[in-house]
């Protein structure tokens, strides 16, 4: 199947601070999605991307879908101790009649005080 | 409230016995999607179903058969569990292939 390479693999920030992570395919997808996971749940969608180019805002998020439709980015501004978890890309691509999702390893994000 | 549900939420079961994971949504939604989630290797797609009677392997489909007699259910079945099968399993739906997905809260499962 598709690999979905995501880093970085862990962060430690500080409250405030900006936070940075992306993902890279060795194939094309059609949409590019942004869930977090907390502990015992299951993933939340965050953004979706639909166009190659698309940059989205949801709050203090912020995703981009790559020109090249193999990589995405997702940003958080001023981090606060909620945004604590693991963060997962995922490309969707369709052929014909079929339609896969692959999810990328995850970044775990902890904010400290 | 809109939502999908998992049962059971935790199950330990032994190595050939037969068990169902079953999965609910209550939203109308054309396509569901079972995935494992396992340490440092995220979501794999087991199945996915684009309509009832319509389903198609994922990219870990071994040992694993699903069926979508209904629009509202898409259950996993594991005819003859293996310790390797042991995992977090996540079912999802979306309203329609290519629209996101919404994930239920999980089923852990163990095999001994």
């Known amino acids: 199947g598709q690999q979905l390479n995501q880093s970085p693999q862990s962060m430690f920030i500080q409250e405030g601070e900006d936070v940075s992570m992306n993902c890279t395919s060795s194939?094309?997808?059609?949409?590019w999605l942004w869930y977090k996971q907390e502990p015992g749940e299951g993933p939340v969608l965050l953004i979706a991307?639909?166009?190659?180019?698309e940059l989205t805002s949801n709050g203090r998020l912020t995703a981009q879908f790559g020109i090249t439709r193999k990589d995405s980015f997702l940003n958080i501004s001023a981090s606060i101790p909620s945004d604590v978890g693991i963060y997962f890309c995922?490309?969707?691509?369709?052929?014909?009649?079929?339609?896969?999702?692959?999810f990328g390893t995850g970044t775990r994000l902890q904010v400290t005080l | 409230e809109a939502q999908v549900t998992q049962n059971p939420r935790y199950l330990i079961t032994v190595t050939g016995k037969k068990l169902t994971v079953t999965c609910s949504q209550n939203?109308?939604?054309?396509?569901m999607s079972w995935y494992r989630q396992d340490p440092g290797l995220g979501l794999r797609q087991i199945y996915y179903?684009?309509?009832?009677?319509?389903?198609d392997k994922g990219d870990v489909p071994e040992g694993y058969k699903v069926s979508r007699k209904e629009k509202r259910n898409f259950p996993l079945i594991l005819e003859s569990p293996s310790p390797n099968q042991t995992s977090l399993y996540f079912c999802a739906s979306s309203p329609y292939v290519d629209h996101e997905q919404y994930f239920g809260p999980g089923t852990r499962l163990t095999v001994t």
């Open positions: 991307l639909y166009k190659a180019g």
């Open positions: 179903s684009m309509n009832v009677e319509v389903t």
């Open positions: 194939s094309i997808f059609n949409t």
């Open positions: 995922a490309g969707q691509l369709r052929a014909g009649t079929a339609s896969k999702l692959t």
């Open positions: 939203m109308n939604h054309e396509y």
